[in-house]
């Protein structure tokens, strides 16, 4: 299985020997079967080389950075737990004042903890019960 970066080498490949993009896209088809990039992003990308772009990487995006998850949220999420382990992920959130996606992140991959018999425990504890 290709990745996208690779797809788009051939892309420009095709460009560079003067393919036409129906022609190019076409060919991927052939090649990829279902694996193939959508129509739309094929032809954004054939595009992209015809102006003159010659990296097929994509370009830097500014991103936001996580104030959900950071070190204190985490350590607080934990101490939160520590103290009542029948808390619902959305209690937590609450007290935390993070979302509850970023609460339920933090809780089962950075602490690494899952729920059991509606008790917050460590996953060492849940393998051991379980297995």
Known sequence: METIEEKRVYVKFCFKLRKSSSGTFELLKQAFGDDVLS????????????????????????????????????????????????????????DVGISHGSCQEVLTKKLGMSRIAAKFVPRLIDTVIKG
């Not at 080389?49 to 996580?66: A, C, H, L, Q, W």
């Not at 959900?68 to 959130?93: D, G, M, Q, W």
């Open 39 to 94: 129509r739309t992003t094929f032809f954004e990308w054939f595009n992209r080389f015809k102006e003159g772009r010659t990296s097929i990487e994509d370009n830097e995006r500014s991103v936001r950075p996580s104030t959900s998850k950071t070190n204190e949220i985490v350590a607080l999420n934990r101490e939160i737990i520590r103290n009542n382990r029948r808390l619902t992920i959305r209690e937590v959130a609450e």
